[in-house]
């Protein structure tokens, strides 16, 4: 098969910037060779997202109102990882911020994009497992609701639409076929 790129970016232009988006605009050629613009959203951080698992098979969800779609979500830990660190030590540092939880094992379960046709958006989720107990420290601008429930009902959950934001139900369902 072939994976070549088609598309030929003639100039680029930097339209708007904040620390955590930048929109470009590309003045192309388009794989039919017509003229063409393309435009860009580029994140600033990457998204972590994990499942901690603890021994009895039970999970973790947070719960916060979610500004961009105006309402309320249910959703596995997740964090903004920024672009020069590692996306396991940004896992290590939101679990702790956000559950309270240390984990003794990470596994990699996701790496994933997340909107591949305007954005360059992408995500990497942690399965975390020999959890311990402790005091979470979320950041001062999160208003965070924390439930521990059975893995099955978070999985549930995202089954039925009660869980809708697409990392957590890919992790979940991910975690469903593995046999989780």
């Not at 990470?106 to 997340?114: R, V």
């Not at 990497?124 to 999160?142: F, K, N, S």
């Not at 609701?145 to 999985?155: D, M, T």
């Amino acid at each position: 098969m072939d994976e070549a790129n088609p598309w030929k970016t003639n100039s680029s232009r930097e339209i708007y910037s904040n620390p955590w988006i930048k929109v470009r605009e590309d003045k192309v050629t388009t794989p039919a060779n017509t003229d063409g613009i393309y435009s860009v959203v580029e994140f600033q951080n990457s998204a972590v997202g994990i499942v901690p698992l603890d021994s009895a098979g039970y999970t973790w969800l947070v719960g916060q109102w979610r500004y961009p779609l105006q309402e309320y979500s249910w959703e596995i830990i997740e964090g903004g990882c920024p672009i020069n660190e590692e996306p396991l030590d940004c896992a290590i540092r939101e679990l702790k911020e956000e559950a309270g939880l240390v984990a003794q094992n990470y596994q990699e379960i996701l790496n994933m994009s997340l909107s591949n046709s305007s954005t360059d958006d992408r995500a990497t989720v942690y399965l975390a497992t020999d959890i311990e107990i402790g005091e979470a420290e979320p950041e001062e601008t999160e208003d965070l609701k924390l439930i521990r429930l059975p893995l099955s009902e978070a999985i549930e959950y995202a089954m039925t639409g009660k869980i809708h934001d697409a990392i957590s139900v890919a992790a979940l369902l991910k975690l469903k076929i593995l046999g989780y």
